[in-house]
C-alpha cells in the first residue's frame, strides 16, 4: 500500500530534550516536505526536499534540522525543543517539484514541550 | 515573500446549500493552486488543484475557478452533504520558487443535515 508514516504519532517532552521524528515514504516520491499545523494559521512548511541531499527552508525553518541521505526517508530533528514547537506536525511527499503536484500527507505527529 | 489569504474562516450552510470559500495570493509568479480537505483528526487530502493557464475547473460537485488578474481563486462545493463538513485549507506555489508551498489559514464548514 503507498503511503508515508510517521513516527512517533504522539509525544510528549520536556525542553531542551533532543528528539527526531521521522518520516517514510514507499512511492519512490523525489519531494518530501514537512509542515506544522497551528489553530488559525494553518499549515506552515518547516524543510523540504527535492532528493537526496538536497534540502532547503521553508517559511518556518528555525528550531529544525532535517536531513535526507536515503530518498525513502526524511527525518525532523528538534536538537533543542521548547514550547513554542508544541504542534502537529505532518511529512508529506511528491512524486515531484512539490509545488506543483500532489501532496501525500502522512498522519501527522502530535508534539507537546512542557 | 507569498501570501495566501481565505475567507471565511468559518462557514455553515444546510444540507443541498452551494458552498463557496475564497483564496487571494500576492505573488503574481504563483502558478499553482490545490485545495486539502481536513476531516476532524486526519491528514489533509488533495480534493481539487488548478495551474495557472486554466481559468475553471470541476469534479462532480467540487469546482475551482481562478482570476489571475485579481490573484484569487474559488473553492465551490454544490449540493452539500453532512460529509463535506471539514477544515479546507487553499495553497499557492511560486513559480520563482515552486518548491515552496504557502497555505491559507484554512476555512472550516459545517454542512447542517
Known amino acids: 500500500e503507498a503511503q508515508v508514516t510517521q513516527n512517533p504519532r504522539y509525544l510528549i517532552t520536556v525542553t531542551g530534550k533532543k528528539l527526531t521524528v521521522t518520516c517514510s515514504q514507499n512511492?519512490?516520491?523525489?519531494?518530501m516536505s514537512w509542515y506544522r499545523q497551528d489553530p488559525g494559521l494553518g499549515l506552515r512548511q518547516i524543510y523540504y526536499?527535492?532528493?537526496?541531499?538536497?534540502?532547503d527552508k521553508g517559511d518556518v525553518p528555525e528550531g529544525y534540522k532535517v536531513s535526507r541521505k536515503e530518498k525513502r526517508n526524511f527525518p525532523l530533528i528538534l536538537e533543542s525543543p521548547s514550547p513554542n514547537q508544541t504542534s502537529l506536525y505532518f511529512c508529506?511527499?511528491?512524486?515531484?517539484?512539490?509545488?506543483?503536484?500532489?501532496?501525500?500527507f502522512g498522519p501527522g505527529t502530535r508534539l507537546t514541550v512542557l | 515573500g507569498e501570501n495566501v489569504e481565505q475567507h471565511p474562516s468559518t462557514l455553515s450552510v444546510q444540507e443541498g446549500d452551494s458552498a463557496v470559500i475564497k483564496c487571494t495570493y500576492s505573488?503574481?509568479?504563483?502558478?499553482?493552486f490545490p485545495w486539502y480537505k481536513q476531516e476532524l483528526g486526519k491528514r489533509p487530502q488533495l480534493i481539487i488543484d488548478?495551474?495557472?493557464?486554466?481559468g475553471e475547473k470541476k469534479d462532480q460537485r467540487i469546482a475551482v475557478t481562478l482570476n489571475k488578474t485579481a490573484k484569487h481563486f474559488s473553492l465551490h462545493i454544490t449540493e452539500t452533504q453532512p460529509e463535506d463538513s471539514a477544515v479546507y485549507f487553499c495553497?499557492?506555489?511560486?513559480?520563482?520558487?515552486?518548491?515552496?508551498?504557502?497555505f491559507g489559514p484554512g476555512t472550516s464548514l459545517s454542512v447542517i443535515p
Open positions: 512511492m519512490n516520491h523525489e519531494y
Open positions: 526536499s527535492m532528493n537526496v541531499e538536497v534540502t
Open positions: 505573488d503574481s509568479a504563483s502558478n499553482y
Open positions: 495553497a499557492a506555489s511560486l513559480q520563482t520558487s515552486y518548491d515552496k508551498v504557502i
Open positions: 508529506a511527499s511528491s512524486i515531484q517539484r512539490g509545488g506543483t503536484d500532489t501532496q501525500y
Open positions: 488548478i495551474r495557472s493557464n486554466v
